[in-house]
């Protein structure tokens, strides 16, 4: 159960366009050059639709199979490098500072495009695939932008898949999980308003500071005591800003931190409990509080259904002992999640190896990954629209 023969042929080709890509990041939806980049190559390989513009700078190819269009599934790719300065010393690392592909977008971009040139030099399926490639993942809801352009009832699309690497997972292997696969990624900004002073004189004020640490320890009791311990939840506090020097008790202080959680009903629960424990823990001091709770992308859920299908395909690829079902989830965030909300389907890790850790300045995507990937995705489409 190899990788494709088509694929390793592909090798060396792919291997330069991902190295390209590496070379040359873009951030957020400035991504014009990746997308003229995956534009014209979708042209050259006979893509029967090429639309750009899609959630500002997205683009979706659409390729027919054997007996022209029909029912649709997307497989969608992510565009944008981190603001990074690349520590690699590769011969392909980027050439501009302060932006690197330290997330692994230059090779899902690769892959993608390596499968999309094998679908339509094979068109062995019926039906059609939407390849999409999406702006903005890493903080810029790119893939909300692109369901907000009306991305699924534009093209049809009726299944979505999604894939990303991961250090940690050895090359040549998959993993994947039905339900939450990544976590809902929220943040919190908490400013205590008390009474300021002179140190020496604490009694003649309303201590922000201290009342902060309070608000920090006892958030802490949301994993422990309020969220049932088989339910995930993270909350972390990291950053305290209060105060400007050893003698003078501030006014305000200003607490900054992330929730993560795998359902809906846990987070709803978290920020709930957020809100109840700074209220109640300023005003039993005399202090007032004003609270910020933005909620980013949603969890990143795998349907069932889907989830067995891209199973099948991972393991038709590297056999059943290199697919792990039962991945732990990542507290990471991933916005995909948006597109799962709107269709069924599943997100998919692929095994990077040994290497640095995602958004990390000695990142690089492994090339060794690329023919798993490009088998990956023909497979699943060949499986799902009936060759």
């Known amino acids: 159960m190899p990788i494709l023969n088509r694929a390793a042929e592909m090798q060396t080709e792919v ?3 991902r190295r390209y890509l590496h070379t040359n990041p873009e951030l957020l939806y400035d991504v014009d050059n ?15 639709e090429i639309v750009t513009g899609i959630g500002r700078t997205g683009v979706v190819g659409i390729i027919h199979g054997r007996n022209g269009p029909g029912r649709t599934i997307g497989f969608r790719a992510d565009m944008d490098a981190l603001p990074l300065t690349e520590i690699t010393g590769k011969p392909w690392a980027s050439l501009t500072p302060g932006k690197m592909h330290a997330c692994g977008h230059d090779g899902h971009v690769s892959m993608l495009l390596g499968a999309a040139q094998y679908l339509a ?3 062995n399926f019926d039906g059609s695939i939407a390849v ?6 890493e903080g810029g809801a790119g893939a909300l932008a692109m369901v907000e352009d009306g991305l699924m009832d534009r093209f049809g699309i009726q299944e979505v898949y999604g894939m990303h690497n991961m250090p940690g997972i050895p090359l040549g292997q998959f993993a994947i999980r039905k ?20 140190a020496a004189q604490p009694h003649g004020t309303i201590d922000p ?12 009791l949301i994993a422990s005591r309020n969220v049932d311990p088989l339910r995930s939840v993270v909350v972390s506090v990291t950053r305290f800003e209060a105060g400007s020097t050893h003698n003078i008790i501030p006014n305000t202080a200003l607490l900054v931190g992330t929730v ?15 809100r109840q424990i700074v209220d109640g823990i300023t005003s039993a001091h005399g202090a007032t509080a004003e609270i910020e709770y933005e909620r980013n992308c949603p969890v990143t859920f795998n349907h069932d259904a889907e989830t067995d299908y891209a199973a099948r395909a991972a393991t038709d690829i590297v056999g059943k002992a290199n697919l792990d079902t039962e991945v732990d989830p990542s507290m990471a965030g991933e916005d995909f999640s948006y597109m799962l ?9 692929i095994g990077n190896g040994d290497t640095a850790g995602l958004h990390n300045p000695s990142y690089d995507f492994s090339d060794e990954a690329i023919g798993y990937g490009i088998s990956y995705w023909a497979k699943l489409a060949e499986q799902r629209l009936g060759s």
Not at 179 to 198: E, L, Q, S, Y
Not at 341 to 349: D, E, K, S, T, Y
Request: glycine share 10%; no cysteine; charged share 25%.
């Open 209 to 220: 500071i201290a009342i902060g640490a309070q608000i920090v320890g006892n958030l802490q």
């Open 260 to 274: 993560r959680t795998l359902d809906e009903e846990v987070r709803d629960q978290a920020e709930s409990r957020i």
């Open 15 to 17: 291997t330069e366009w």
């Open 179 to 198: 339900g939450g696969i990544m976590a809902a990624p929220d943040k919190f900004f908490i400013t205590v308003n008390g009474r300021g002073g002179h």
């Open 34 to 48: 990746t997308a003229a980049f995956v534009s014209a190559k979708l042209k050259a390989f006979g893509a029967d």
């Open 121 to 123: 030099e094979t068109r």
């Open 341 to 349: 909300q709107q269709r069924p389907g599943a997100f998919i890790f």
């Open 132 to 137: 999409i490639f999406q702006p903005a993942e």
